[in-house]
Each structure stands twice: as structure tokens, then as C-alpha cells.
């Protein structure tokens, strides 16, 4: 057991547990959280992505460790009610997806990839989201609303 200090969407915490123990699970069962989702647990799916000092990385995976001192970014983050981010405003209008279970996925990485490249091609978006899984099939609905972000931000 071992005390890790980091900070998640602004607020400083410690964990106290086992240091290999994935991120997603300090997340969601010592503080809470319930925008990261366990998918898979093998980082093949990106339900449970969260930024790590701006980056996308998939928290079931990544130990707790790795955090220490670092900024963890989650979904709730990402904006707020009262001032969504430009892509999570988008997935609204654009009713982008359906059971909305990975979301979290989608939208964290898209919003990555804006950040980076706010004029990809239609060919980097699908690059970028090309690990991420939607079962119900809302591809479509989610291509057209990170267009709308895409052209939001511009």
C-alpha cells in the first residue's frame, strides 16, 4: 500500500492502495467518479480515457503510480454544465449516440485531437478514433458531431 498524490479536474487527492492498481479503479471506486468506464480492461476499447497532463491515455491500464504529481482530466473536466466543451455541446445537438456507455471515449479523444489539429481531415478524425469501440453503431452521428465541434472551434 502506498499513498499516491494527484490532482483530478482541478481538486487535489490521495489515494492510499496498491500502486499497480489501474487509475480507472481509483477513479471510480475511491473517489467516485463515474465518467470513465470500464470497457474492456485492456485499453482496446477507450471507455475509460482520461487526460494525463493533456494527453489521452486509457486508465485501465495505466497504474496509479504513473499519476503521482500529475493532472488527471475526466470527462467532468473536460467542461462544465454551464460552459460545456465545444465537443461535448456537439454530441448534444447531433444526438450522437445512443446507450452513450463510451461515450467518455469519444468525446475525450476527439476533443485531444481538435486541440492538436483543429483542421484534421475527415481521414486523421478516423484515424485518431480508429481504437475506439461504439456497439450500438452511432459512427455516423459521431462523425458528423465532431465536425460540428470541429467548425465551433474554428
Not at 110 to 126: G, P, S, V
Request: aromatic share 4%; hydrophobic share 40%.
Amino acid at each position: 500500500m502506498a499513498k499516491t498524490k494527484f490532482i483530478v479536474d482541478g481538486k487535489r487527492v490521495t489515494i492510499d492502495g496498491d500502486p499497480q492498481m489501474p487509475l480507472l479503479y481509483a477513479l471510480r471506486d475511491d473517489l467516485k467518479l463515474t465518467n470513465p468506464k470500464f470497457g474492456c480492461g485492456l485499453a482496446q476499447c477507450g471507455a475509460c480515457t482520461v487526460y494525463l497532463n493533456g494527453d489521452p491515455v486509457r486508465s485501465c491500464v495505466l497504474p496509479v503510480s504513473a499519476v503521482q504529481d500529475k493532472q488527471v482530466t475526466t470527462l467532468s473536466g473536460l467542461g462544465t454544465p454551464d460552459k460545456p466543451h465545444p465537443v461535448q455541446t456537439a454530441f448534444v445537438e447531433e444526438q450522437a449516440l445512443q446507450c452513450g456507455y463510451c461515450m467518455n471515449g469519444w468525446i475525450m479523444t476527439a476533443a485531444a485531437l481538435l486541440k492538436q489539429n483543429q483542421k484534421a481531415t475527415d481521414a486523421q478524425i478516423r484515424e485518431a478514433l480508429a481504437g475506439l469501440k461504439c456497439r450500438c453503431g452511432a459512427h455516423v452521428s459521431i462523425m458528423r458531431a465532431i465536425k460540428r465541434a470541429q467548425a465551433q472551434m474554428a
